[in-house]
């Protein structure tokens, strides 16, 4: 089986008690795969990364940067699709920074309807599957420290907050290519990595945004 020829495939209904608070949260809902980005999808994935409610959160790539990602051996670029009607619903990408002492690198995920779960469940399925094809010892991803949504979903899936010395810090902006001081990092190992059904368990009926 190719690097990433797998499908990661997550629907609400699909997992019986296990993710029952999942179900429970998306009853009538979206339901989604994870599968590789192809070049087609990259209109998609640029009115995701372009849309007002992203732009400022993100980091805003060219084309050529996405396609780029999509072919190169050390870059995950992924569609997070919808089952109902296969429309790109958000996209993640990341690095593979073994070699380097970062392990699995997540340089992106967004969504276009949040605070739903979609993110949490997306990013749990991503980084479980990433371990196991990878052999990474942990994911670690960096966030606005005003960015509060995006990590109380990492937060909910085990990610913690870590504190790196200065040369790690200094080498991780520049593989990433730059960060603010203040930005968080979090990183989350196999161990620690939390199923999402648990914090969606008591969330409240979508549609309750609290943007
Ligand atoms: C970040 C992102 C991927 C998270 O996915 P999501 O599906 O929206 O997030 P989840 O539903 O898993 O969790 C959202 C959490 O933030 C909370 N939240 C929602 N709006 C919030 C706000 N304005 N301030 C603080 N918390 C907020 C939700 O209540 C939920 O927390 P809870 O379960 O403890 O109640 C998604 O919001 C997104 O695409 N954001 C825009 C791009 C972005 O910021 N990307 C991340 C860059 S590092």
């Known amino acids: 089986m190719s690097r990433k020829s797998r499908l990661v495939s997550l629907r609400s209904d ?33 009115a995701i990364e372009q849309h007002p409610d992203n732009h400022g959160l993100i980091g805003q790539w060219s084309r050529d940067h996405h396609a780029s990602a999509i072919e190169r051996g050390d870059r995950e670029h992924w569609i997070i699709e919808s089952k109902a009607d296969h429309a790109p619903i958000g996209y993640i990408i990341a690095y593979n920074l073994i070699s380097e002492g970062f ?66 810090r200094t080498k991780l902006r520049k593989l990433d290519g730059g960060f603010p001081d203040d930005a968080v990092i979090m990183r989350v190992q196999p161990t620690t990595l939390l199923a999402p059904n648990a914090s969606l368990q008591s969330r409240p009926a979508p549609g309750r945004d609290r943007r």
């Open 14 to 46: 699909d997992h019986g008690p296990r993710f029952g608070g999942l179900a429970r949260s998306f009853r009538g809902g979206p339901s989604f795969i994870l599968r590789p980005t192809q070049f087609k999808d990259l209109d998609a994935v640029l």
């Open 103 to 168: 392990g699995l690198y997540v340089k992106r995920i967004t969504v276009s309807e949040k605070s739903i779960g979609i993110g949490r469940m997306a990013l749990h399925s991503f980084v479980q599957d990433a371990f196991c094809r990878l052999g990474a010892d942990s994911a670690c991803l960096v966030v606005y420290r005003t960015n509060e949504r995006a990590q109380r979903s990492y937060r909910a899936i085990g990610f913690v907050e870590v504190d790196l010395d200065a040369s790690d």
